[in-house]
């Protein structure tokens, strides 16, 4: 009988400790930022109207994206029929990428071009846009994109992880852009 109780006594101390533990985690993960913004901007040698253009056109996304067949041999892009306005979507799918679509969600011609990022029937999320702006006959274009991950404490522990690589595919998808539009 007392071998028993011993027995519970460490149970529950195990037990105890496991939950004490969860309840930490969760507890530190509060000190973390539930909501983030990486912003990147460059300066496109070409009027906002022809960057707008060249951008709203989801079909010339391929051109520039830091997400396609360098990063995942088995990429691939397929587009719904309308390709250049509000519900716009560009289908994509790897083994690497998992598989997803970018739909355009707002328009705004020659101002700012937002758009939804899906993979994995929502695993990954994303809200971000472009934003142009006219510098004497040049496009300033911004790429932000900025959300809040809730009370989710591992996606607040990961934040700055994603966030920073994030930032360098949107430093590496500028320049691309840049080079793409400069070159249309």
Not at 81 to 94: H, V
Not at 114 to 142: E, P
Request: proline content about 3%; cysteine-free; hydrophobic content about 40%.
């Amino acid at each position: 009988f007392p071998v028993t109780i011993l027995f519970q006594m460490k149970l529950f101390k195990v037990f105890a400790s496991i939950l004490g533990f969860i309840l930490l985690f969760f507890l530190v993960s509060l000190l973390f930022p539930r909501t983030y913004r990486v912003e990147r901007m460059l300066v496109v040698n070409k009027p906002v109207y022809e960057s707008y253009a060249f951008l709203s056109e989801i079909r010339n996304w391929k051109k520039w994206s830091p997400w396609n067949s360098s990063v995942d041999s088995t990429f691939y892009t397929f587009y719904s029929k309308q390709t250049n306005q509000i519900g716009a979507k560009q289908y994509i799918g790897g083994n690497l990428v998992g598989i997803g679509s970018f739909t355009i969600t707002e328009v705004i011609p020659n101002e700012k071009l937002s758009y939804f990022l899906s993979i994995n029937d929502g695993y990954i999320t994303a809200k971000a846009s472009f934003v142009f702006s006219s510098m004497n006959g040049r496009t300033k274009l911004s790429w932000v994109d900025e959300g809040d991950v809730g009370y989710n404490p591992f996606k607040r522990y990961m934040m700055s992880y994603i966030t920073n690589n994030t930032a360098k595919s949107f430093d590496e998808g500028l320049i691309a852009i840049k080079r793409a539009i400069e070159t249309n």
